[in-house]
Nanobody, 124 residues
Framework: QLQASGGGLVQAGGSLRLSCAAS????????MAWFRQAPGNEREFVAA????????AAADSVKGRLTISRDNAKNTMYLQMIRLKPEDTALYYC???????????????????WGEGTLVTVSS
């Protein structure tokens, strides 16, 4: 129901834009987030966004470089990634959670729907 795309191989300092498209879900009803998992590491929070897109949050390690956004008319969420670093290399997952508060969550276990992930590899 969620499909992440846009990953690839990029040199350090480069940019990518990830997309997360939904089928059978109306994303305007869900707050959403991006998580990532590097080899040998646990899944970690990257960024989150409220249902309407007015409230966002990001992990300290990505602030100023990775920006979450959404276009509910297109039923799609995005992660704009700039000034990429080798430590950003990971499988990136998008996730959606039912929300009635207008807020967001950083906790993976709060999310009911997950995409398959898209691989981002940053070479030094």
């Amino acid at each position: 129901q969620l499909q992440a795309s846009g990953g690839g191989l990029v040199q350090a300092g480069g940019s990518l834009r990830l997309s997360c498209a939904a089928s059978a879900l109306t994303l305007s009803q869900y707050s959403m987030a991006w998580f990532r998992q590097a080899p040998g590491n646990e899944r970690e929070f990257v960024a989150a966004i409220s249902r309407g897109g007015t409230v966002t949050a990001a992990a300290d390690s990505v602030k100023g470089r990775l920006t979450i956004s959404r276009d509910n008319a297109k039923n799609t969420m995005y992660l704009q990634m700039i000034r990429l670093k080798p430590e950003d290399t990971a499988l990136y997952y998008c996730a959606a959670r039912t929300d009635v508060t207008g807020g967001y969550s950083r906790r993976a276990h709060d999310f009911q729907y997950w995409g398959e992930g898209t691989l981002v590899t940053v070479s030094s």
